[in-house]
């Protein structure tokens, strides 16, 4: 079974559809909301680089944005 994270803010599409994804396809995530928690925000930028979201770790890959077929590859999809 694959560790995967989102990191995520409300109002993000790509972020919805992320997780619409992750849902359809019967993938357990945890999710971080990164406008409210400052810390979580400091975690993602550190593994990523980036300030954008979503940022998805599957095990120890990072994916920035909702990258579909780059998920699919990772998941064995």
Do not use: R
């Not at 593994?47 to 990072?62: E, R, Y």
């Amino acid at each position: 079974m694959h560790k995967v994270t989102v990191y995520s803010t409300p109002n993000c599409v790509y972020c919805h559809m992320a997780k619409d994804f992750f849902k359809e396809n019967n993938v357990a995530y945890e999710e971080h909301n990164v406008a409210i928690d400052s810390a979580k925000k400091e975690e993602m930028i550190e593994l990523s680089g980036q300030m954008g979201v979503p940022v998805i770790t599957i095990d120890d890959q990072i994916i920035v944005g909702f990258n579909k077929p780059k998920i699919k590859e990772v998941l064995g999809l």
